[in-house]
């Protein structure tokens, strides 16, 4: 697995860790079951701080990209099946509370996709 960490990117260090290793299970180039490096290893061939690399691995771990499995470490998720799973949880959620706050359709879609594209710049 090959992380770039970019120290003058205005985006926190354990943020670029999480994503990189979201998108690399996202595209199978990280297969389901493979296990990953542990917290200290992976900190110190990136050359951060073991409470960086914890943190993103606390954050895959929420987003069922991985699962962690004590001593046995954290291996990657069969995530399909997990993240649709979650978003359409969320959809739910957003979908419900906009509905008590009185928004339209349109204006809860409107909101949406302020907050896609933010997301997905």
Not at 3 to 19: F, G, H, K, M, T
Not at 34 to 56: D, F, H, I, M
């Amino acid at each position: 697995m090959h992380l770039v960490i970019d120290a003058q990117s205005p985006v926190p260090p354990y943020e670029q860790v999480r994503s990189q290793i979201a998108d690399l299970a996202r595209t199978g180039e990280l297969p389901v079951g493979l296990k990953l490096p542990t917290v200290r290893a992976l900190a110190e061939q990136l050359g951060l701080a073991a409470n960086t690399v914890a943190r993103a691995y606390r954050e895959l771990e929420a987003d069922g990209v991985v699962e962690t499995h004590g001593r046995a470490g954290t291996t990657v998720a069969a995530t399909g099946d997990t993240a649709h799973r979650l978003a359409a949880g969320a959809a739910a959620e957003y979908a419900a509370r906009a509905a008590r706050l009185g928004l339209t359709r349109d204006e809860a879609l409107a909101a949406v996709a302020t907050a896609l594209g933010v997301a997905y710049r």
